[in-house]
Structure formats: C-alpha cells, structure tokens
C-alpha cells in the first residue's frame, strides 16, 4: 500500500495547506519526504473527522461517533506500534500504518510526533461543547509544541543532535497559543472553548464576551506570553547548524507574529479570520 498512501497524504496535504506541501518538498529530507505526507496527510483528516460539525447534515459526526472514531485510532496506532496491522483498514488508516512501519528507532521523535498529536486531536473530540480548566489548556499548548517541534527536528537533519532543553518547543508552544486566539470567535461558536473556566468565573463572564474588558485583558496576556516564547524560540534556533530547520523555524514563527500583531491593532478585540489554514 505503500505508492497508495504515498500519493493520497500528498493529496490531502496539498488541498490542506499549499504551504505545508511546498515546505515538504523543499526543506525535509530527501529520504523522508513520503512520510512526511503521510504525517500531514493523516492528521490532516483525523482532525478534520473529529472537528466535523455536530447537527443533523449527513456530513456531520455525533459525539459518539467522534469519540468512536478517536478510539479506533489510537487503538490502530498502539497495535501497529506493536506490529501488528489490521486488515479492515480504511484507505487514510493505511497511511498511518505505512508511517509507523518505517518507524524503527525506539522512542523517535516520530513517534513522540505521532503520539502526542493523536492525543491532542483525542483532548478535542472529548473537550467539545464543555468550559476547560487553566490546566487543560497549558498541557493542550504544551502537547501540540512537542509534536510539532519533534516533527520537524525527525523530518529536517534527521539524526542530528539537536540542542534540548525547555525553550526547544517554545516557538510552537507560542504558535499554538496564537492559533487559538485566532481561531477562537469561530471554535466557540463550534463548541470549543480556549479559555479558562477559572478566569471566566472569576470575572463573571461568557466564552462569547470579547468584547469586555476582562477578556480582552486576558487576550492580551496570551499575546504578552506568545511573544515571549517567540523570543525565546527564536533564541534557540539562532543556536541550530542546520539551515533548513532555522529556515522552517522562523517562517513558521514569522506568520504567527503577523497575526499578533493584528490583535494588538484590534485593541485586542477577537474577529473571524475567513481564509485561513494553519500548518
């Protein structure tokens, strides 16, 4: 199934994010860049099945049969971990079984990629329609800058021995948190909600009030701690020898700051972004 899943997560990534194809094809190792597709390319459609609205088109999926459906994934991924593939597999799952097979290094960074991103596409088919605790949205940010960072460190200069330590995942971390600034207007109204219960009690206020001087001076410390971990991010890559990675880094970080830099021109008043695909 190898070509198949090859030429379907290539597919699936260029009508996700013509930037995230372009940036396979030109940054990631020769060698990995199949599996990088087949990285986006799985994930791309396992969120969107889980983010797919909930009502009574037929396009839809009800709790249960998102809950359902993250089960059977992460199901897939401890068996194939185990060598052990199913048969009953469907054409997207046959990706993910293509990657995992040539995921032989134990404890790799494509597996913490491939692990702590189920798990956070896991937090979203469960947090739906439900307030989420300051905790839950730090281990959220936190989750999806390891696997983002750790994707990127398997996929460009794979083997290299890259610098550790905390500010390794900042820049993503900081990515992540701009990302639900972003998108927060349209994913409250799909029922997720990106900000803490506890501020909201506190401050006697609604996931819909932006417009409120209690949450738009949270907006701004979020933008306040995003730019920090940029700043930091960007500290640890000017450390990288690999020329692709710090390329990959910046971009990366450069378009999160423009969109900080709207919201502080807003007077951090949160809008809708139409035409927007995050990588």
């Given at each position: 199934?190898?070509d198949?899943?090859?030429?379907l997560a290539?597919?699936?990534?260029?009508?996700?994010?013509?930037?995230?194809?372009?940036?396979?094809?030109?940054?990631?190792d020769r060698?990995?860049?199949?599996?990088?597709f087949?990285?986006?390319g799985?994930?791309?459609?396992?969120?969107?099945i889980?983010?797919?609205?909930?009502?009574?088109?037929?396009?839809?999926?009800?709790?249960?049969?998102r809950?359902?459906?993250?089960?059977?994934?992460?199901?897939l991924?401890?068996?194939?971990?185990?060598?052990?593939?199913p048969?009953?597999?469907?054409?997207?799952e046959?990706?993910?079984?293509?990657?995992?097979?040539?995921?032989?290094?134990?404890?790799?960074?494509?597996?913490s990629y491939?692990?702590?991103?189920?798990?956070?596409?896991?937090?979203?088919?469960?947090?739906?329609?439900?307030?989420i605790?300051?905790?839950?949205?730090?281990?959220y940010?936190?989750?999806l800058?390891k696997?983002?960072?750790d994707?990127?460190?398997?996929?460009?200069?794979?083997?290299?021995?890259?610098?550790?330590?905390?500010?390794?995942y900042?820049?993503?971390t900081?990515?992540?948190?701009?990302?639900m600034?972003?998108?927060?207007?349209?994913?409250?109204a799909?029922?997720y909600?990106n900000?803490?219960?506890?501020?909201?009690?506190a401050?006697?206020?609604g996931?819909?009030?932006?417009?409120?001087?209690?949450?738009?001076?949270?907006?701004?410390?979020?933008?306040?701690?995003?730019?920090?971990?940029?700043?930091?991010?960007k500290?640890?890559?000017d450390?990288?020898?690999?020329?692709?990675?710090k390329?990959v880094?910046?971009?990366?970080?450069?378009?999160?700051?423009?969109?900080?830099d709207?919201?502080e021109r807003?007077?951090?008043?949160?809008?809708?972004?139409p035409?927007?695909?995050?990588?």
């Amino acid at each position: 199934m190898t070509d198949a899943s090859t030429a379907l997560a290539q597919s699936i990534t260029r009508a996700g994010s013509k930037q995230t194809y372009y940036t396979v094809r030109l940054m990631v190792d020769r060698d990995l860049v199949e599996d990088c597709f087949r990285a986006y390319g799985y994930f791309r459609w396992a969120d969107d099945i889980v983010d797919a609205p909930t009502s009574n088109d037929v396009s839809s999926q009800s709790d249960d049969e998102r809950i359902s459906f993250i089960r059977r994934q992460k199901e897939l991924m401890n068996r194939l971990y185990r060598d052990e593939r199913p048969d009953d597999l469907a054409p997207e799952e046959e990706i993910l079984a293509d990657l995992i097979s040539h995921d032989r290094v134990e404890n790799s960074l494509l597996q913490s990629y491939i692990r702590n991103f189920l798990a956070i596409i896991e937090f979203d088919a469960y947090r739906r329609g439900r307030l989420i605790s300051q905790a839950e949205l730090t281990w959220y940010s936190n989750c999806l800058g390891k696997a983002t960072t750790d994707g990127i460190l398997y996929f460009i200069g794979n083997g290299h021995p890259y610098p550790a330590g905390e500010a390794r995942y900042l820049g993503a971390t900081a990515a992540h948190i701009v990302h639900m600034l972003r998108d927060m207007v349209q994913d409250t109204a799909e029922g997720y909600i990106n900000i803490p219960r506890e501020y909201l009690e506190a401050n006697h206020i609604g996931p819909a009030d932006l417009d409120s001087p209690a949450f738009r001076a949270w907006v701004r410390g979020r933008v306040e701690q995003a730019r920090r971990h940029i700043r930091e991010g960007k500290r640890y890559l000017d450390e990288l020898d690999v020329l692709r990675a710090k390329i990959v880094g910046y971009w990366y970080c450069a378009r999160y700051e423009g969109v900080l830099d709207t919201i502080e021109r807003d007077g951090y008043l949160l809008r809708q972004w139409p035409g927007w695909v995050c990588v």
